[in-house]
């Protein structure tokens, strides 16, 4: 197998810097923001203990609801961390689990600490490691290896980075 991390770390690092351009730039107001109606939007808002915690359902519904900002960073911060744990052999957090950090502050140290130990992962994975079977995104995909997980990271972040850079720009000149 050809040595695929050079191309994953620079995809990665490319999608990175997209995404840093967005976080750097981002306020809470822009978490909050929706360009649609509330019954249409997915966000985070707080439980009864105080979290924030995100909008879910077990069956996506149709039409999909509009993410705002917030749940978009939350959403990256579950399945990254997921991803991470499955990829070092550690259990996968339950998604209830995971909360949104209650501001873009907090989300830039929070996903920063996440690309940082993403980045540690890919710098030390050894060939052999990335020939391994991976189930994570995929439960029940056993022709799926580590090298597939990681190319998933890229692919799954920039999705979000797009998202959410769509989002901050609407909004910028929606106000």
Not at 23 to 49: G, K, M, N, Y
Request: aromatic share 10%; charged share 20%; net charge negative.
């Amino acid at each position: 197998m050809t040595n695929v991390v050079p191309i994953l770390r620079t995809q990665f690092n490319t999608t990175w810097s997209l995404l840093r351009l967005h976080l750097d730039a981002l306020s809470d107001d822009d978490c909050h923001w929706s360009p649609a109606p509330p019954e249409h939007t997915w966000s985070v808002s707080r439980d009864d203990q105080g979290r924030w915690a995100p909008d879910w359902a077990d069956t996506e519904p149709d039409p999909l609801p509009v993410a705002t900002i917030a749940w978009l960073t939350w959403h990256i911060g579950w399945w990254w961390t997921t991803a991470i744990a499955h990829v070092t052999g550690q259990p996968g957090p339950d998604r209830s689990a995971i909360g949104w950090p209650g501001s873009a502050d907090a989300v830039r140290a929070w996903l920063a600490d996440l690309h940082d130990q993403w980045a540690e992962f890919l710098d030390s994975v050894s060939p052999k490691r990335l020939e391994e079977q991976a189930t994570y995104p995929w439960q029940s995909r056993p022709d799926r290896s580590v090298a597939d997980t990681a190319a998933w990271v890229n692919i799954e972040l920039m999705k979000n980075t797009a998202e959410i850079g769509q989002l901050r720009l609407t909004h910028a000149v929606s106000v």
